[in-house]
């Protein structure tokens, strides 16, 4: 069973939220500010993290790059509530490193179908079936394993959040091919996002920055006017 974690301070809203969640079968654990968020991370594990910004003590975007630095919850799925609409901080809590985010007010069928994506995508999915066949992709000097999620770049291991990894994933699954960003937002995020929040480039310029180190080759290539490519210079 999937566990989720809710740190939201309206207790109206979150309420709401926990209902929703339970009736869907998820295990919702409720807390109302970042630092008691914080505390349970350190002692428990989670499939996925509903995260509101507006918190007392500490605020969400502050909750957020303490969780991305605990070595246990780097790749835990963190969705972001947000009241702060505006292109500019949805870019802000997504760097962070939240993997999405949902602006307030939001309809509940959204935030159920948003959860339902993250956690099929990520590897703290609890699946039914052991899978069996280990999915090694392998370009150049970088291999992506699918299976165990490790990242190497050379005899480097890379961490990334579950995000960065399954945008990388579809570009080493597709090498040489020119990917447009519509594309990237439908097989990476799976719900239609306004391009204006220019989340494809922000992430794509955080996945250039973990795997394409000084001294390196650039592996990922912008195609001015239509999108990006996996490829050696």
């Known amino acids: 069973m999937n566990e989720i974690l809710l ?16 009736e869907e079968g998820y ?49 835990v799925p963190i969705l972001i509530l947000t009241a702060l ?16 985010y949902l602006s307030k007010p939001f309809k509940l069928i959204e935030l159920k179908a948003r959860i339902r994506n993250l956690l099929k995508r990520s590897e703290y999915y609890d699946h039914t079936a052991n899978k069996q066949q280990t999915d ?16 190497l770049r050379g005899n480097e ?4 959040t579950s995000t960065e990894y399954r945008l990388l994933l579809e570009f080493i699954k ?5 990917i447009n960003r519509s594309d990237l937002l439908d097989n990476v ?4 996002y306004d391009i204006g ?15 394409e180190k000084p001294g390196s080759t650039r592996l990922i290539h912008t195609v001015t006017g239509m999108g990006y490519v996996l490829k050696e210079d």
């Open 7 to 22: 740190v939201e301070d309206e207790l109206h809203v979150a309420d709401l939220i926990k209902q929703c969640l339970e």
């Open 27 to 75: 295990t919702v654990t409720h807390v109302d500010d970042g630092l008691k968020g914080i505390d349970l991370l350190k002692s428990r594990k989670f499939n996925l993290i509903v995260l509101d910004i507006l918190l007392p003590k500490m605020n969400g975007l502050e909750v957020c790059k303490e969780i991305r630095k605990m070595e246990s919850q780097t790749k």
């Open 85 to 100: 609409g505006s292109a500019e901080n949805i870019v802000l809590g997504l760097d962070t490193g939240a993997d999405d």
């Open 136 to 151: 090694v992709y392998k370009f150049a000097d970088l291999e992506v394993n699918d299976y165990t999620k490790i990242v």
């Open 157 to 160: 291991e890379i961490s990334l």
């Open 174 to 178: 597709n090498p040489t091919k020119v």
């Open 189 to 192: 995020w799976g719900i239609n």
């Open 197 to 211: 929040t220019n989340v494809v480039d922000v992430y794509v310029n955080y996945l250039r920055k973990k795997i």
